[in-house]
């Protein structure tokens, strides 16, 4: 069954550290997006991609990077990870259309000491 | 930026009990997705709504999308534990989905 992949599901790490966190999805869908969750603030867009060499910048970007070499991976790097960016992170993903539902992946909790 | 609210943030109901949830965007939306997010785990997509005043039911769930294409509501009628969880409304606006702040429900047997 084609599903949505995050890894690792749990991370700690010290402070400007440089963090990747993995996401790998066998829909073959276009479209894929990072999110982060924090109590209070739902789900808030760090970036997306239409597709393949396709990168955007989403609402809370700052201290992200991500790129797109092939159609089932969305790598989420930190630069230097900030004690600000604890919190939950999803992967989605979606067919070409944009208006189409997203899946997500299980996400990754991530820790910064 | 575009905002999309929900309320009530937090819901604590009897098991039988009926529940909703308002959502508000402060611009217009082209459509409107709702998800569900159980504890620890990851959002759900449940329905979308395209068209003014839509309405969508989903066994015990029903879904509004407003006239004016700014608001959106989610009632459960008779609540069940499997019930629980956090529901999240999003709106398209141009290419992005923005989703809105959620609203967690317990539900109590």
């Known amino acids: 069954d084609a599903e949505i992949t995050q890894s690792p599901r749990h991370k700690i790490t010290e402070t400007g550290r440089q963090v990747t966190l993995a996401c790998h999805q066998t829909?073959?869908?276009?479209?894929m997006f990072w999110y982060r969750q924090d109590l209070g603030h739902g789900l808030r867009l760090i970036h997306y991609?239409?597709?393949?060499?396709?990168?955007n910048k989403g609402e809370v970007s700052d201290g992200y990077s991500v790129s797109r070499s092939n159609t089932e991976d969305l790598p989420l790097t930190l630069e230097s990870a900030a004690s600000s960016q604890t919190s939950v992170y999803f992967c989605?993903?979606?067919?070409?259309?944009?208006?189409?539902?997203?899946?997500f992946g299980p996400g990754t909790r991530l820790t910064v000491l | 930026g575009q905002q999309v609210m929900q309320i009530p943030q937090y819901q604590h109901v009897q098991e039988g009990e009926d529940f909703t949830t308002y959502c508000n965007s402060s611009?217009?939306?082209?459509?409107i997705q709702w998800y569900k997010q159980r504890p620890g785990g990851h959002p759900v997509f449940l329905i979308q709504?395209?068209?003014?005043?839509e309405v969508k039911k989903q066994k015990r769930l029903t879904f509004q999308f407003g006239e004016a294409k700014k608001n959106s509501s989610l009632h459960i009628t008779a609540t069940q534990t499997t019930d629980v969880g956090t529901y999240f409304c999003?709106?398209?606006?141009?290419?992005?989905?923005?989703f809105g702040t959620g609203t967690r429900l317990q539900v109590f047997p």
């Open positions: 989605a993903s979606s067919r070409r259309n944009s208006y189409n539902e997203q899946f």
């Open positions: 829909w073959n869908h276009n479209n």
């Open positions: 991609s239409y597709g393949v060499q396709d990168t």
């Open positions: 611009t217009t939306l082209s459509n």
């Open positions: 709504l395209v068209k003014s005043g």
């Open positions: 999003a709106g398209y606006n141009t290419d992005k989905l923005i």
